[in-house]
DNA sequence: TATAAACTTAGAGTTAACTCTAAGGTCAAC
DNA sequence: GTTGACCTTAGAGTTAACTCTAAGTTTATA
C-alpha cells in the first residue's frame, strides 16, 4: 500500500492532481487509514496508471471516466464503444492539426517574407500582410 | 462611419466581442455619439480587420497587443520585433503540433489493434493498451 | 519530546478568450 | 406614439484541467 506522495512519485502525477482525480471519480485510494491518510492497492496503482496513459494520449478526464467504466465491467461494453471514443478523438486531433499546419504555413511565409533585421518597420511585410488581410485563413478551434 | 453591428457584419467578429477586444485595448471607436453608440472610421475599421487577421493566423490578444503598437508607430520599431513575435509563435505552434502529432500516430494504431466490433470488450486491445502503459509518450501542452 | 515533513479538507485562484445576462436607453419605421 | 431592433454598461458565467492556499492533524526522525 503506497502513500499519494508514493503513487505520485510512481506516476508523475502531483499528489494535489491525484485528490483531483479522485474527486471527479478516476482514481481512488482503496483504503484509508484511521487518520484519513490515502493508502493505495496495486490495483489502484494500475488504474492511476492506466488514467495516466490516457491522459498521455491526449484524451479527456471524461473520456477517461467511460473507458475506466468499460475497464471496469468490459462484459458489459463493447469493442466498438472503445473505438467510438478513440476515433472520435482522433478526429478532433486530425482537425486541430490541421488548424495548426495552417497556422504553421501562414507563419513560415510571414518569416521569410519579413528581413527581421534592426532597421524600421516602415515597410514591413507581415505588417503589411495583416492590414491587407490576405494572409492565410485558419480555421478556428472549435 | 459603422455602427457596431455593422463592423460585426464586416469582420466576422460578433459585438460582443468586439467590446471585449476594446476592453482589451485591441479596437477602438473613434466616434461616439451623444447617447454613447459606437461608431467606426474606415481607419477603425482597417485595425479591426488588422486584428481578425492576426487572430486567425492564431496570435494571441497579447501579441496583437504588441502587434498593433509596432503598426501604430512603425518607425520607432524594428523588422526584428515583429519577426521575435512570430517566430515565437512558429515555434509554439511546431511544439503543439508535435505533440498532436504523437497523439495521432498512437490513436491510429490503437484503432488499427482493436476490432471495434459488438463483441464485449474482455479481449479489447485499446484497453489492453491503456492498461499495459505501453502506449507511445505524448508530450504534455506547455 | 520537539521539530519537520507529509497528510487532511474545503474552497479559491489560474488561464484565455470569449459569451451571456440584466436592466435599461435609443432609434427607425409605420 | 408605439413597436421592435439595436445599443449601452457592469459584471457574472463558461471551459478544462489543474494549482494553490489555509488551517489544522499525523507521522517519522533525532
Ligand atoms: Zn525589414
Ligand atoms: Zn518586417
Ligand atoms: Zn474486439
Ligand atoms: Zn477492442
Chains 1, 2 share one sequence.
Not at 16 to 32: D, M, N, P, V, W
Request: charged share 25%.
Amino acid at each position: 500500500m503506497l502513500k499519494i506522495s508514493e503513487l505520485a512519485a510512481l506516476t508523475g502525477l502531483s499528489a494535489h492532481t491525484i485528490r483531483f482525480y479522485e474527486k471527479h471519480g478516476l482514481i481512488e485510494a482503496s483504503k484509508r487509514s484511521d487518520s484519513g491518510y490515502r493508502y493505495y492497492s496495486d490495483a489502484d496503482v494500475k488504474r492511476a496508471e492506466f488514467v495516466k496513459s490516457a491522459r498521455n494520449i491526449g484524451f479527456s478526464l471524461d473520456d477517461i471516466g467511460v473507458l475506466l467504466s468499460i475497464r471496469l465491467d468490459k462484459q458489459s461494453h463493447s469493442c466498438q464503444e472503445v473505438t467510438d471514443i478513440t476515433q472520435n478523438k482522433l478526429d478532433e486531433v486530425n482537425e486541430r492539426l490541421s488548424e495548426l499546419q495552417a497556422m504553421q504555413q501562414t507563419l513560415e511565409r510571414l518569416l521569410e517574407s519579413c528581413c527581421g533585421g534592426p532597421e524600421n518597420a516602415t515597410h514591413c511585410s507581415i505588417i503589411e500582410a495583416l492590414d491587407g488581410g490576405d494572409v492565410t485563413v485558419t480555421r478556428r478551434a472549435s
